[in-house]
């Protein structure tokens, strides 16, 4: 079972991929450095928690990009 994010998690992650979306990465480490960076987070747990959601978030974002492109190309054909 892999860990549930609690909406605050989910909405803060959100809002910096939205505002940085070019310095977001697929990279937790980097990731984690942008969330120290942009926000003040009283605890590395919580964190951790948003650069763990942000990185994955990103990943699912650009998946979504790279299928959509594909399906355009198809419909094209």
Avoid: C, H, P, Q
Wanted: hydrophobic share 25%; charged share 45%; proline share 0%.
């Amino acid at each position: 079972m892999g860990n549930i994010y609690t909406r605050d998690i989910k909405r803060v992650a959100e809002e910096l991929y939205e505002k940085y979306k070019d310095e977001v990465t697929e990279d937790f480490g980097k990731n984690k450095e942008l969330v120290s960076r942009y926000l003040e987070v009283y605890s590395k747990k919580v964190r951790n928690r948003i650069a763990g959601y942000l990185t994955r978030y990103a990943k699912k974002s650009k998946r979504a990009v790279t299928s959509r492109e594909v399906e355009e190309e198809v419909g094209e054909e």
